[in-house]
C-alpha cells in the first residue's frame, strides 16, 4: 500500500505558476505509476497528466499540454506537477493518484490510492 500527501497549492494570478508536490509513504513508490487529476465544483475528476514507474514516459491532458511538466524522484517517493502559465479554468482541487496498471493512465477508476488533494485557485 502506499498513503499519498499533496502539498503546493494555493491562490495565484493568471499567468503565475505553482509546483504541486505529492510525497508517498512507503519503499514501494518506484513500483507506482502516478498520475494528477482536477475536480472542480460541479464537475467530474479529470486527468491532467501521470508519468511511468521509471520516469520514461508521461502523458498529458490536452488542455495543460505545453503548460504543465509532471515528474519524480523516487529516492525522494515524491511526485511534482509543475504549472506554468496557469488560466482561471486551472482552478480545482488537485489530486494525486497510484496505480501498479500501466493501462488506462487517464482513467481515474485505474487508480487504487488517492491524495487528500490541495487546492489551486487562479484569479483572472
Known amino acids: 500500500q502506499v498513503q499519498l500527501v499533496e502539498s503546493g497549492g ?40 501521470a508519468i511511468t514507474m521509471s520516469g520514461s514516459m508521461t502523458y498529458y491532458a490536452d488542455s495543460v499540454k505545453g503548460r504543465f511538466t509532471i515528474s519524480r524522484d523516487n529516492a525522494k517517493n515524491t511526485v511534482y506537477l509543475q504549472m ?21 493512465l487517464r482513467v481515474p477508476a485505474n487508480y487504487g490510492y488517492w491524495g487528500q488533494g490541495t487546492q489551486v485557485t487562479v484569479s483572472s
Open 10 to 49: 494555493g491562490l495565484v494570478q493568471a499567468g503565475g505558476s505553482l509546483r504541486l508536490s505529492c510525497a508517498a509513504s512507503g519503499r514501494t513508490f518506484s513500483r507506482y505509476h502516478m498520475g494528477w487529476f482536477r475536480q472542480a465544483p460541479g464537475k467530474e475528476r479529470e486527468f491532467v497528466a
Open 84 to 104: 506554468n502559465s496557469l488560466k482561471p479554468e486551472d482552478t480545482a482541487v488537485h489530486y494525486c493518484a497510484a496505480t501498479t496498471s500501466l493501462l488506462r
